[in-house]
């Protein structure tokens, strides 16, 4: 019988990565640190991040060659395929703009954010006496130009009326006003704070320091308002929250209608224990509708009982027997033996 070395190397490779994750688990990290491995763990993590990509990606190309070429050879039922890349393709850039959209509104804001950690780190290092650093007058002075120069920006901004992308729609017109008001205030005050702010006086640069966050903050919150109201959002809720989250919930709904109906048809009532599981579903949905109140008054108390007690053990025994069937499915893959793969039959 010929042997097999790529099966072999898979074989090792996922064990030693069942070890790894193993031990890690349950060893002190004191123990992990003194070998040495606790230093490797957040590289061993990137490179599955890295393969899960992967996996994905090649999942992804999958996907369009096998629909791909059902559409352009109109094979049977081409047209749910049309369907399916159309709407991946969709929702696809539709994420990707609403991702790069959320990383507008942090990049907008960033410059006084900057703003604010330099004047953080000044203190600092003038704190610790570091002598490889610019001296503390001249990296005040940059620290007061750079904050004039990016107040002077963002005021030619709200001249121009630029700030605001969705003062246009009348029904919002008097919040963007509310917002450029607020802001022209809190600008000033920085910029007092920024001519108060003396050399070797960390209470004075702590105060500019509280200021630059405001403005930041401020900024970040007109810039979420004007993606919220852009059509980058718009197309993205009208693809997810109209389409995606709507169809889940209808797919669902008669998921739960044809198992219901199965159930129905299926059910019989021929042992002890059937009639027992009739009587307490029965008593299930009486004590749920609010037609319970021309029954009797004690059946959502009866319901409550029989959902925290017996339907609760029962639903625990279920846990714990699929908490087991996990450990030896995790078992079988740590071993490579789930698959017929790497069975002696498929390397023979």
Same mark, same amino acid.
């Given at each position: 019988?010929?042997?097999?070395?790529?099966?072999?190397?898979?074989?090792?490779?996922?064990?030693?990565?069942?070890?790894?994750?193993?031990?890690?688990?349950?060893?002190?990290?004191?123990?992990?640190?003194?070998?040495?491995?606790?230093?490797?763990?957040?590289?061993?993590?990137?490179?599955?991040?890295?393969?899960?990509?992967?996996?994905?990606?090649?999942?992804?190309?999958?996907?369009?060659?096998?629909?791909?070429?059902?559409?352009?050879?109109?094979?049977?039922?081409?047209?749910?395929?049309?369907?399916?890349?159309?709407?991946?393709?969709?929702?696809?850039?539709?994420?990707?703009?609403?991702?790069?959209?959320?990383?507008?509104?942090?990049?907008?804001?960033?410059?006084?954010?900057?703003?604010?950690?330099?004047?953080?780190?000044?203190?600092?290092?003038?704190?610790?006496?570091?002598?490889?650093?610019?001296?503390?007058?001249?990296?005040?002075?940059?620290?007061?130009?750079?904050?004039?120069?990016?107040?002077?920006?963002?005021?030619?901004?709200?001249?121009?009326?630029?700030?605001?992308?969705?003062?246009?729609?009348?029904?919002?017109?008097?919040?963007?006003?509310?917002?450029?008001?607020?802001?022209?205030?809190?600008?000033?005050?920085?910029?007092?704070?920024?001519?108060?702010?003396?050399?070797?006086?960390?209470?004075?640069?702590?105060?500019?320091?509280?200021?630059?966050?405001?403005?930041?903050?401020?900024?970040?919150?007109?810039?979420?308002?004007?993606?919220?109201?852009?059509?980058?959002?718009?197309?993205?809720?009208?693809?997810?929250?109209?389409?995606?989250?709507?169809?889940?919930?209808?797919?669902?709904?008669?998921?739960?209608?044809?198992?219901?109906?199965?159930?129905?048809?299926?059910?019989?009532?021929?042992?002890?224990?059937?009639?027992?599981?009739?009587?307490?579903?029965?008593?299930?949905?009486?004590?749920?509708?609010?037609?319970?109140?021309?029954?009797?008054?004690?059946?959502?108390?009866?319901?409550?009982?029989?959902?925290?007690?017996?339907?609760?053990?029962?639903?625990? *025994?279920?846990?714990?027997?699929? *908490?087991?069937?996990?450990?030896?499915?995790?078992?079988?893959?740590?071993?490579?033996?789930?698959?017929?793969?790497?069975?002696?039959?498929?390397?023979?």
């Amino acid at each position: 019988m010929e042997r097999s070395f790529r099966s072999d190397l898979i074989r090792l490779v996922t064990f030693l990565g069942g070890v790894y994750f193993f031990l890690e688990f349950i060893l002190p990290v004191s123990v992990l640190e003194s070998v040495g491995v606790e230093a490797l763990h957040e590289d061993i993590s990137y490179g599955f991040i890295v393969f899960s990509s992967m996996a994905m990606g090649l999942g992804l190309i999958n996907l369009f060659l096998v629909h791909g070429s059902r559409i352009i050879f109109q094979r049977k039922d081409w047209m749910y395929s049309f369907v399916l890349l159309i709407g991946l393709v969709c929702m696809m850039s539709s994420t990707v703009m609403d991702w790069r959209g959320g990383q507008g509104v942090a990049d907008k804001a960033r410059p006084f954010e900057i703003l604010r950690e330099f004047s953080d780190v000044i203190e600092r290092d003038s704190t610790a006496s570091r002598e490889d650093v610019p001296p503390l007058e001249i990296r005040t002075e940059a620290l007061r130009d750079a904050t004039f120069a990016r107040i002077a920006e963002l005021r030619a901004n709200i001249d121009q009326k630029t700030l605001l992308t969705f003062s246009d729609q009348e029904e919002l017109y008097p919040l963007g006003e509310t917002y450029i008001e607020n802001l022209r205030e809190i600008l000033s005050g920085t910029e007092q704070a920024a001519r108060d702010v003396k050399v070797g006086d960390f209470s004075s640069s702590q105060a500019l320091a509280a200021s630059l966050a405001q403005v930041s903050g401020f900024i970040r919150r007109i810039e979420q308002l004007n993606y919220d109201h852009s059509l980058t959002k718009k197309t993205y809720d009208f693809l997810y929250q109209g389409l995606f989250v709507s169809l889940g919930s209808a797919m669902f709904s008669l998921l739960g209608v044809y198992i219901a109906a199965a159930a129905y048809r299926a059910f019989r009532i021929r042992s002890f224990e059937s009639s027992l599981m009739m009587v307490a579903a029965v008593l299930v949905m009486l004590g749920q509708i609010p037609f319970y109140v021309y029954i009797s008054e004690d059946l959502p108390a009866v319901r409550q009982w029989l959902m925290e007690v017996p339907n609760s053990a029962a639903f625990r *025994a279920i846990r714990i027997g699929a *908490a087991i069937a996990g450990l030896v499915m995790a078992f079988r893959m740590w071993l490579s033996i789930e698959s017929d793969s790497f069975s002696k039959e498929r390397r023979g």
